[in-house]
């Protein structure tokens, strides 16, 4: 028997049984219009402020600071604390209807005309039940098929306040309610300490590195004094470029069976330069047709992901998007973050506004200032550890949201 078309949770907390109750939207509330009659000049000034598209669109509960400045306007519509507000637009039937619960008690608030608000006219809801439930797996497949369109989806209030929702007693809502506000407080929790990391990481890049002219950097390990080295990155390795058997989509070039791997673009940004796995497999035919690496070598992106590097820790082929440096006078680890700390500055090699060409020459003519191997080693492995500790904060991090994933699924009806 499947509980929930008897209106019972598949996980629910002890002490809760009986069937939730189903309502219309309709019959629980009341929609409003987000502003109206606005102009660009009415904008960006003003005592009031309304509540942005992206506030609702990214939070099941409206953050109070994600508003914007507007004047104060008798004529419209002032949200409550309580309210409900819906996107009505967007580019994929996926994002659109996506909701959330305004608790703010501020006055002069409105909302953003490109969405539109519920106000339930009986205290029936828990808030924090009600904003999970709406953000639930079920209502949102309900909300996807609403949607409308061809090029841009849109959906109707009268349709989503037609949509039935599931509502138990309110003490169970508020277990509920809780459980997911908690969760939600801890995967925040966690985005920021990553967030930090990044950014801590991202400043040790540009001080543990001399800047442009310079031969010593801002910040330096004890016991190291001596100037770093002016040398070209084609001075310190042979630096080639990948090679693609083609035509690349031939099945023949590829063997699930095979020990050698093949790199492509989008296995850059799946393991963040750290290439401990590869899907696909190349054939012994295929690895005549490119360069094959059975040992760690530090690589450039010079395709799609462009100037990002990378390390293999398995066998693999390289595509022709790559650059490989054979026989390196410098530590692996080291490069790797120096090219890291380089990366946007490949932009020199572009228009505004257009793709950045790499070549191996351009790589070649490089200058970098490098330390002694023994220095290099103890940058490069500080960096290491703090990417390290940045990888074990993103996998609690994705651990924590695929299990609110499965949560919402299971605990709601």
């Not at 809760?16 to 009415?42: I, M, N």
């Not at 637009?89 to 969405?115: K, Q």
């Not at 790589?363 to 074990?392: G, H, T, W, Y």
């Amino acid at each position: 028997m499947d509980n929930k078309k008897n209106g019972i949770p598949k996980l629910r907390f002890p002490g809760f049984t009986g069937a939730w109750e189903q309502r219309k939207l309709g019959e629980v509330g009341k929609t409003f219009t987000g502003l109206s009659g606005k102009t660009k000049e009415d904008f960006r000034h003003g005592d009031a402020h309304f509540v942005t598209y992206m506030n609702v669109y990214s939070n099941p509960i409206s953050d109070p600071n994600m508003v914007e400045n507007v004047e104060i306007d008798t004529k419209q519509q002032e949200v409550k604390k309580g309210d409900v507000f819906f996107t009505t637009s967007s580019e994929t039937p996926e994002e659109v209807g996506m909701s959330s619960v305004w608790l703010s008690d501020a006055p002069h608030i409105y909302l953003n005309s490109f969405c539109f608000g519920f106000r339930p006219i009986v205290n029936i809801f828990n808030p924090y039940y009600l904003a999970y439930l709406l953000r639930s797996n079920n209502i949102r497949n309900k909300m996807m098929i609403l949607a409308q369109g061809i090029s841009r989806y849109n959906i109707s209030k009268n349709k989503v306040m037609k949509l039935n929702v599931t509502i138990p007693n309110i003490r169970e809502q508020q277990k509920i309610g809780e459980f997911f506000k908690q969760l939600d407080f801890l995967i925040a929790l966690h985005q920021r300490k990553l967030e930090h990391l990044q950014e801590q990481k991202k400043g040790l890049l540009q001080k543990m590195f001399p800047k442009n002219g310079e031969t010593v950097p801002e910040v330096r390990f004890p016991g190291f004094t001596d100037a770093w080295e002016q040398r070209k990155l084609g001075d310190l390795a042979e630096i080639v470029r990948g090679a693609s058997p083609r035509p690349i989509s031939d099945p023949k070039w590829f063997d699930d069976n095979s020990d050698i791997g093949w790199l492509r673009i989008s296995d850059v940004t799946n393991q963040n330069g750290r290439i401990y796995y590869l899907e696909q497999h190349i054939s012994k035919l295929g690895q005549e047709k490119t360069r094959v690496i059975t040992e760690p070598h530090l690589l450039l992106s010079i395709a799609a992901t462009v100037g990002k590097p990378l390390i293999n820790y398995i066998k693999t082929g390289v595509h022709d998007g790559f650059l490989i440096f054979l026989n390196p006078k410098f530590d692996l680890e080291y490069m790797y973050q120096w090219l890291e700390m380089f990366r946007p500055k490949w932009n020199k090699y572009g228009q505004p506004g257009s793709q950045v060409n790499l070549n191996s020459n351009l790589v070649r003519k490089q200058k970098i200032a490098l330390p002694s191997r023994e220095e290099q080693q103890r940058i490069s492995s500080f960096l290491k550890q703090l990417d390290s500790l940045i990888a074990l904060h993103q996998r609690k991090l994705e651990h924590l949201e695929l299990m609110k994933k499965g949560l919402l699924q299971q605990m709601f009806v």
